[in-house]
Nanobody, 115 residues
Framework: QVQLVESGGGLVQPGGSLRLSCAASTTIFSNALMGWYRQAPGKQRELVATITNSGSTKYADSVKGRFTISRDNAKNSVNLQMNSLKPEDMAVYYC?????????WGQGTQVIVSS
């Protein structure tokens, strides 16, 4: 079983920054495709960014140039640096791991963008 624990959410003003972190309880983390998803109230969960075990990244068009996903295989962690935050970025952010054909999810961390 893989456990993912997110941290770093909170309240930030428009234009501000937050850094989300996700700690994974698995020794095979380095083989996992990791990602961040988000779900705003009344909307479907959507992909924000992914990073492969070799460090290749993909981003949703809405966050390109503002968000950066990174991983530390030695620490079994993946991070999401979010800059220039907008009100439309407000959502619950979920860490995701795809390992051995299965998806695992964290409990989510809320990001509120408001003045």
């Amino acid at each position: 079983q893989v456990q993912l624990v997110e941290s770093g959410g909170g309240l930030v003003q428009p234009g501000g920054s937050l850094r989300l972190s996700c700690a994974a309880s698995t020794t095979i983390f380095s083989n996992a495709l990791m990602g961040w998803y988000r779900q705003a109230p009344g909307k479907q969960r959507e992909l924000v960014a992914t990073i492969t075990n070799s460090g290749s990244t993909k981003y949703a068009d809405s966050v390109k140039g503002r968000f950066t996903i990174s991983r530390d295989n030695a620490k079994n962690s993946v991070n999401l640096q979010m800059n220039s935050l907008k009100p439309e970025d407000m959502a619950v952010y979920y860490c995701n791991a795809f390992i051995l054909g299965k998806y695992f999810w964290g409990q989510g961390t809320q990001v509120i963008v408001s003045s």
